[in-house]
């Protein structure tokens, strides 16, 4: 089969090639060859190919040249034969055709005579026809005249009687369309005085018409239907169009401002009385409650869901109705027909435009001062939802009144709601962080009942005395750990509330306003940011109340606090803009606060609490050191047989102290101690490094000398600051409390005289110290240095500077 396909294809085109035709078969518009040699050219002379043929070629190549062009002579013919046996039963089909169509064309030309002889007849009989009953027909339309002129007539003379039968049955419509139909014709034959009665008369049916279709204005009982058809007639009856405008308006006006009236009995105003509740009962209705607000919400007969749908369904309802009522009157109706002379469009637009605005903003302040009312933030979804169908039923009046300002209007006030529920949610969070720091301060202050009570309400010991310090410290981490989830907690519930403003199916949500600065300034920047500020702010102004013992706030507030506020600079802030960021696809287009600052401010809190924490321990101990020294008489008292009780104190809250900073903060880094550490004697003149001597060969001028070598040393020492800020571990912390308690005792020993047993007395009291203290610094020799101090003072104030011998201390502290 592929052989036969590629022979034809061959032979068609040979076929071609002999014809000139290209591929689509169309003659070769190329010039073809004037050359007589060519053998496929017109022009072809066989004499001269072949006298060309014996001068150019051999004998062999003649005879080789004659038996190609044999072969393809004996080809030719071949295809020849064989295209005329593949094509013959098409030619004898070509042949039948043609003769059947002449047999057809034959009998078409006689039908077609025979029709020209029919339409010659039938156009004679017409003929004929048409000139028998030309008078008739002449007469005929004459009478036709007449006919039609005389029920004209007859109706003209009938309308007095068909219009008040119409007024009668109220058919106004009825009356108005066949006085419009009989006005020009009285119009223009009035001078008659026939048709002048007649239409005297109609003109004062006329006006009685039109006079109760004014009244129905008047009444207001009409419904927008009736009230439609009374403005469409009065328009037919050429009433004024903008005197029509206005009673149309004002009837709707007082139909809508009935509406008004209901919707404004539903809201009652806001009770002042609620405003000024305890803080245990804002408590009570907010801390059990993770989303319930600090701020009272007074009770309206209905909730804000069925106030809008109450709203749209009457109010929004009925503007609708009156817009397409008086478009279809006044705007539509007057481009078309008799009226479109008259141009009332502008004008009945213009008022259309201001009678919508008026009562729109009548509705948008009921709207708002309806919202204003939902203060309680327990529900977000309802007013949500609220908004959601207020924007949405506004939309249909963009649709009715192109450039209108109310749908604009409509979602200012939905972005106004939005923001300001942002600001309720930073209220009711700052509200309950406050509240959550007052349960804090409770369960400190408050002796625990029970040892399984873990929440915040239920409290711990007031720190700073050792009976109660065992349960604080069981409470302490606890309370942090509930603080801090509570707070993160009502974080994540204000954030899943807030994001509904947000959600897919609420119309408002693609406003661009909602898509970008809602959510990065109002949510991210207003609420998250504002209330990471507020608790650092907050925070920080507990180091300002400042008293004989450090302020009114607990020790361990402050240390709770500052843990707290460097638990968020190391991650929780991190954490809670990262939810925020993806929760509300936050694009950064405006400028935000950056993480960073956030977290150097909560760092800059959490440094400052915890330095004011060391202060205010300090302060307490250092109370009662200046208290032991300044109540003591120490010229006149007797030989130290123990260590006073001041000391023994000083070290059991210096122990609790450090319990309780070790629940929340890490041991830290302290210096390599020395193996007599526990062990180390006290000089009373070991600050100025001399030795005993000095005491045995005391004499007025040893004390100027010691002063003298004890200055000198001064310079060559390491400067102490006492009220440096401490690191983020416990060793720095107990370290600088140590500092401030024993610079007090230094500074007050400075201030006294002492005698011989009351040099001996602070002798005992120091080793007792040191026996103690120098396990909670960083640096023992800190402890040391100080202490050196406080003996070198005591000696240089004593009258009689006689030192205990060093193992009788030893005995006394041991049994101390």
Known sequence: MSDDSGRRRRVHGMLKLYYGLNEEGKADEQPRSLDPCDINGPHFDPELYLNKLRRECSLAELMDHETCMVKQIRSLDSDMQTLVYENYNKFISATDTIRKMKNDFKKMEDEMDCLSANMAAITEFSARISGTLQDQHTQITKLSGVHTLLRKLQFLFELPARLNKCLELQAYAQAVKSYRHARCVLQQYSHLPSFKGIQDDCHAIMNKLAQELRQKFRDGGSSSKEL??????????????????????????????????????????????????????????????????????????????????????????????????????????????????????????????????????????????????????????????????????????????????????????????????????????????????????????????????????????????????????TSLPELLSSLSASILNQIKSVLTSVHLFTAKDITFSNKPYFKGEFCSQGVRESLVVSFIKFVCQSSRQFCESTGDKGGSTPPALLLLLSRLCLDYETSTISYILTLTDEQFLVQHHSPVTPVTTLCAEAREAAQKLLNHYVKVQGLIISQMLRKSVETRDWVNTIEPRNVRAVMKRVVEDTTSIDVQVGLLYEEGVRKAHSSDSSKRTFSVYSSSRQQARYAASYTPSAPMDTNLLSNIHKLFSERIDIFSSVEFNKVSVMTGIIKISLKTFLECVRLRTFGRYGLQQIQVDCHYLQMYLWRFVSDENLVHFLLDEIMGSSAHRCLDPVPMEQSVIEVICERG
């Open 228 to 473: 439609s058809e009374c403005v469409d007639l009065l328009l037919q009856l050429d009433e004024p169009a903008e005197e029509l405008c206005d009673k149309f308006l004002s009837h709707a006006r007082s139909r809508l401002e009935l509406d008004l009236q209901g919707l404004e009995v539903e809201i009652r105003p806001y009770p002042s009385a609620s405003v000024g509740r305890s803080a245990s009962e804002r408590r009570s209705s907010s801390v059990n409650s993770p989303n319930a607000s600090s701020v009272s919400s007074p009770t309206p007969n209905t909730d804000i869901l069925e106030f809008i749908d109450r709203g749209c369904n009457e109010f929004v309802s009925s503007l609708c109705l009156v817009i397409t009522s008086y478009q279809e009157l006044f705007i539509n109706h007057a481009q078309k027909g008799e009226l479109v002379a008259i141009n009332i469009s502008e004008m009945a637009n213009e008022k259309l435009h201001g009678f919508v605005d008026d009562l729109a903003a009548r509705y948008f302040s009921l709207v708002e001062r309806r919202i204003q009312e939902e203060r309680g933030v327990a529900d977000n979804s309802l007013l949500v939802r609220a908004l959601d169908r207020f924007h949405r039923r506004l939309q249909a009046v963009a649709k009715l009144l192109p450039g209108s300002t109310v749908p604009i209007q409509g979602t200012e006030i939905v972005i106004r709601a939005a923001t300001d529920r942002v600001k309720q949610y930073l209220t009711a969070l700052q509200s309950f962080y406050m509240d959550s720091l007052t349960d804090v301060r409770q369960a400190l202050a408050t002796p625990r009942l029970s040892a399984t009570g873990t929440s915040m309400a239920a409290g711990g010991a007031l720190l700073g005395g050792p009976t109660s310090s065992r349960d604080t410290h």
